[in-house]
């Protein structure tokens, strides 16, 4: 029973959308039906992130840049009246000086929010807010894509806007599928994807290398033990005599962070193949560290780095 | 039972004022255990090279020597780019590190004394960290740190005259002072800044991760400079040690071998804080442990925990990058971690003879 409505939703997705991008204003009136008719209150989220909201939110805070994206992505742009210090997209989302690491409870009731929105609780920041009647949202890093789109249908049913979340959803599904269909076939090639200059890198297993594994690529760092984490800082020595086909940079380029030239000056480095054919990337960290739905275009970068290495040979 | 008139009971009591030199055993044990912990260090690395082949390789340098089975172009570059200034850079900074404390600690009469008693690590702190934040060039961060922790410990020096007097009590007393003030600067320019957090922490628990050449080349003048200066202090640091007044009148100027030592001691840890970030535990463990094995004399002190220093930081070294290896750990984890255990063992042992 599951199994067919999963395999139903699969098959319907690509149509709904086809019928979506032909017809706008159709579209438009499609997706706002249900945020009109979208009931209160309503319970979003589970477990001890259970949350309880009382009416539509017009005068969200959100401490999350990735909360940010997804609530502008599904429309509910309008009731966002603050967010946090790094929520820098899109352009007309309120960027604040609110500090999503490190809240002030009292700077975030200063914009008298009915919603708090926060992918982080250092010190019960949801049990302070709850006193004084704001409920918050926790919507943690995400683990895999199906949290991403997990948080999204939340937002959507939290804001009233349930149809647009649903179609947020649906579309990255369709763009990842067309996307991966694009990854030609054979070995994965391997990649280094370095989050800064003290060359802490990711495994596999985590979200951003699950975005690797579709476009078929190995990370070197999952050679590491597990006590090194997740996200595990390796010895140089071993990023060069491991030689990944491709290295991501993801720290911020020219924005102050390590570029391509910067890599290409370390001491051994010059020895790396992807060095020397060009195969290194800046990415953008912020992209690269969020799970919002640009996670698409994350995606679409790697194939074509991919692409770009089999053309190359 | 004793005649005050025995001469070589006489003798027994005042050593630091005898001819002491270094034992021969023991200078030849420490270089025994630092070449032997060299070696293992340049043989054993996360990247997976044949110790035949290294030797293979080092044996092809020898005039009129071609052997096959060498490194390859790529493995020659790991070991000779990577591992083998990662090594020498770890022996400058352990000696350096292990010296400066001795000499603190001689300076100070202090055996808590430690090469960032003054403030030359949170000066450090504060200049990495801005260096950081700010997105510079990372190539400029060593200079940040180095010119932060000489500004830390002038401001030390210049609060401690302030207040009053050159009494080395009052220094330190400065030295905790400016040491609170930069680490409350250091922890507020981290909290505007969380995303670049993890690169601070990574700088403040110490790494030899970018070593290459280029940062033995920027340390080496700064740390043989102070090693020298401090290795010519070590017997007025001996007459030092029996006290300011009794230095004084044995005629030894006391205040200006302090501002001496001081200084190069200071001098020598900015410049190794610059290239390592913040190692702990070297200077204050390796000085004591040679005190307990061998002698208090600082005509011991100083030699032997320059080696031991060196030996203690490249095998500390090596267990970070291979203890969880392809990963890393800090180095400034590894030290304490050993250290702490080792220190432990080392003072049971000595004082239950």
């Excluded at chain 1, 009731?109 to 926060?118: C, G, M, Q, R, S």
């Excluded at chain 2, 180095?146 to 009053?164: C, E, I, S």
């Excluded at chain 2, 200006?256 to 390592?276: D, E, F, H, P, Q």
């Amino acid at each position: 029973m599951k199994l067919s409505l999963t395999v139903a939703g699969l098959v319907l997705a690509p149509f709904l959308l086809i019928a979506c991008g032909d017809d706008d204003p159709a579209s438009s009136t499609a997706a706002d039906t249900p945020s009109d008719s979208a009931s209160y209150p309503v319970t979003v989220g589970s477990g001890k992130n259970a949350v309880e909201i009382e009416s539509q939110p017009e005068k969200i805070v959100s401490l999350s840049p990735t909360a940010t994206e997804m609530l502008f992505a599904i429309g509910a742009g309008d009731q966002v009246v603050a967010a946090d210090q790094y929520s820098n997209y899109p352009k007309d989302a309120p960027t604040t000086d609110l500090d999503g690491f490190q809240p002030n409870v009292e700077a975030i009731i200063n914009y008298e929010p009915d919603l708090v929105v926060a992918s982080y609780d250092p010190s019960n920041l949801v049990g302070s807010l709850d006193k004084v009647g704001v409920p918050t949202m926790m919507l943690p890093a995400a683990v895999t894509l199906n949290d991403t789109y997990d948080q999204i249908e939340q937002l959507g049913a939290a804001t009233g806007h349930v149809g647009d979340a649903a179609e947020v959803v649906s579309k990255m599904k369709t763009d990842i599928d067309s996307i991966v269909a694009d990854v030609p076939d054979g070995p994965p090639v391997t990649y280094y994807h370095e989050l800064d200059a003290n060359l802490y890198s990711v495994k596999g297993s985590t979200f951003i290398g699950q975005l690797y594994e579709m476009a078929g690529m190995k990370s070197i760092a999952d050679d590491a033990p597990d006590a090194a984490g997740d996200y595990p800082q390796l010895s140089p020595e071993y990023v060069v005599s491991s030689d990944p086909d491709l290295i991501f940079l993801a720290d911020g380029g020219s924005n102050g962070g390590v570029t391509v030239d910067d890599v290409a000056g370390r001491p051994g480095w010059d020895q790396l193949t992807a060095v020397q054919k060009d195969h290194v990337i800046e990415v953008d960290p912020d992209i690269a560290s969020r799970w919002g739905p640009r996670v698409v275009d994350y995606l679409q970068t790697l194939v074509d780095a991919r692409a770009q290495l089999q053309s190359v040979g | 039972m004793t005649t005050p008139s025995s001469p070589p009971t006489k003798t027994d009591e005042a050593p630091p004022l005898q001819p002491v030199r270094l034992p021969w055993r023991w200078l030849v044990g420490s270089v025994g255990v630092l070449v032997a912990v060299v070696l293992v260090a340049m043989a054993v690395g996360p990247a997976d090279l044949e110790p035949s082949a290294i030797a293979i390789q080092l044996l092809n340098y020898l005039p009129g020597v071609h052997l096959d089975g060498g490194l390859t172009e790529l493995e020659s570059a790991v070991l000779w780019e990577l591992r083998a200034p990662r090594v020498v850079l770890a022996m400058l900074v352990g000696a350096m590190l292990a010296v400066a404390g001795a000499g603190y600690q001689g300076v100070f009469r202090n055996p808590l004394a430690d090469p960032y008693l003054l403030g030359v690590a949170a000066g450090a702190g504060v200049g990495a960290t801005l260096a950081i934040v700010s997105g510079t060039d990372h190539s400029l961060v060593p200079v940040a740190a180095f010119v932060g922790g000489v500004v830390g410990v002038a401001a030390t020096y210049a609060l401690g005259r302030g207040v009053g007097g050159r009494d080395t009590n009052t220094l330190i007393l400065a030295g905790v002072a400016v040491a609170a003030f930069l680490t409350a600067v250091q922890t507020y320019v981290n909290q505007r800044n969380s995303d670049s957090l993890r690169e601070v922490y990574g700088w403040i628990l110490g790494r030899f991760l970018t070593a290459g050449w280029r940062d033995v080349v920027i340390v080496l003048p700064y740390i043989v400079l102070a090693l020298i200066v401090l290795m010519a202090h070590r017997r007025l640091l001996d007459v030092l040690s029996v006290g300011q007044y009794e230095a004084g009148s044995l005629g030894v100027p006391a205040a200006r071998v302090r501002v001496v030592v001081v200084l190069a001691a200071t001098l020598g840890t900015a410049a190794a804080v610059a290239v390592s970030g913040l190692i702990g535990f070297v200077g204050i463990v390796v000085p004591h442990i040679v005190r307990m094995l061998a002698g208090s004399s600082y005509r011991i002190v100083l030699p032997l925990s320059a080696i031991i220093g060196a030996a203690f930081l490249v095998s500390a070294d090596l267990v970070a990058r291979t203890i969880v290896a392809p990963g890393e750990l800090p180095v400034g984890v590894v030290t304490a971690f050993i250290g702490a255990p080792f220190f432990t063992l080392v003072l049971r042992t000595t004082r239950s003879r």
